[in-house]
């Protein structure tokens, strides 16, 4: 299954999207591990594919089970180097011969930086410089709105206690840290 024919127009939930990310970037480092021939490692991206896949729950939707079909056309395209004979029959077995045509005809799977964008990212919050739990933010927020966030969260009220702020420093992508 290509990108186009499964995912694109069709609505994915937080889980599903979660999934696809967790899946393209380990495709990502397999395709790196195969160009330094590394099949240890191809192995154990295998084997986290396998487990993302194991632990989504059962799709409801359209979005959720293309998904889960293009995880494992990713998974058996991968395999197929290292393992042809077992990823030919479950590429059988699991239907896609039929539908996209034989493994061996099958091109590589490429990985989609659409599906690598994070909608939200989590940011270790600091109070003093010690570690006072996480904030979770929009992944395009701007320094004033990851503040707001800050001031708001329960995190940052429970040990704040009122107490003056004097500065608040901002590590983008990593973290926050309030100086009270």
Do not use: C
């Amino acid at each position: 299954m290509t990108r186009a024919e499964g995912i694109n127009g069709l609505k994915l939930s937080k889980e599903a999207k979660l999934l696809r990310r967790e899946i393209h970037s380990v495709l990502k480092q397999v395709d790196y591990d195969y160009q330094r021939m590394q099949y240890n490692t191809v192995v154990s991206g295998a084997m986290k594919r396998i487990n993302a896949l194991e632990d989504f729950k059962t799709p409801d939707d359209d979005g959720g089970l293309a998904v889960v079909l293009e995880g494992f056309s990713i998974l058996l395209r991968t395999l197929y180097p290292a393992t042809p004979h077992i990823a030919h029959t479950l590429w059988s077995e699991l239907g896609f011969a039929e539908s996209t045509g034989d493994l061996l005809d099958a091109p590589w799977s490429v990985v989609d930086p659409a599906a690598l964008a994070q909608d939200e990212i989590e940011l270790m919050l600091q109070v003093n410089g010690k570690l006072r739990g996480s904030l979770t933010v929009p992944s395009n927020a701007f320094k004033e709105e990851i503040e707001a966030l800050t001031l708001v969260s329960p995190s940052f009220v429970q040990f704040a206690a009122g107490a003056p702020i004097k500065r608040i420093i901002i590590v983008p992508g990593r973290l926050v840290n309030v100086v009270l």
